[in-house]
């Protein structure tokens, strides 16, 4: 690693420890959820949610410019397959101002643009080839770190990455909304 590469990583993870401090939201325990290690654990008979409010730390790294993001994970305790949809989980702010889910896809489209750029040059510098790169391994970051909606079969777990709306700084609590069942989150620097 050379001494500008390991700088701009020192100076990312220090930029992120401050700004991780100042807007944090934990999970507040009450009578369905019980909260480890900053996780928020709903857990039924018929399978166990858990959520936490986990900053995106790989590249693309501006994700949480635009976006809250959470770390999900589902495990299926019945014997038959389970749909999980976005539609099946929300984010609301403490006005009750309701974010939906915002679809892997749409947050790959954010990436297009440096694709088609690459693609329309028949010779590319050795800058755009390592701009390429970059975006290419930022896309297969998002494509197996995100949760994949979808059928989760009997016993099976899935984990990833959501993404909702950027919160307004001001935000002191919100709450995530997983079929029906209502997760408050604190900020622990509300005045």
């Avoid at 730390?57 to 305790?77: A, E, G, H, M, R």
């Avoid at 590319?124 to 909606?149: G, H, P, V």
Wanted: net charge negative; charged share 25%.
């Amino acid at each position: 690693m050379s001494i500008r590469s390991f700088l701009r990583t020192a100076l990312f993870l220090l930029i992120l420890f401050m700004f991780s401090c100042s807007i944090k939201y934990f999970p507040i325990e009450s009578k369905n959820i019980t909260v480890s290690e900053g996780h928020a654990i709903l857990n039924t008979k018929d399978y166990v949610f858990a959520v936490k409010n986990k900053y995106w730390v790989k590249d693309p790294q501006d994700l949480t410019d635009y976006f809250t993001t959470f770390y999900i994970s589902f495990k299926n305790k019945t014997n038959k397959k389970v749909n999980i949809n976005s539609s099946d989980i929300n984010l609301l702010d403490e006005t009750g101002n309701q974010y939906d889910v915002v679809l892997t896809e749409d947050v790959l489209n954010l990436l297009i643009p440096e694709e088609i750029a690459y693609e329309q040059f028949t010779t590319i510098t050795q800058e755009e080839e390592q701009i390429y790169n970059e975006w290419r391994d930022a896309k297969n970051n998002l494509m197996s770190d995100t949760f994949n909606f979808g059928m989760v079969l009997s016993g099976a777990k899935k984990s990833g990455f959501i993404f909702f709306p950027k919160l307004p700084s001001k935000n002191k609590k919100c709450e995530i909304i997983f079929k029906d069942h209502s997760i408050e989150f604190d900020r622990t620097d509300k005045k």
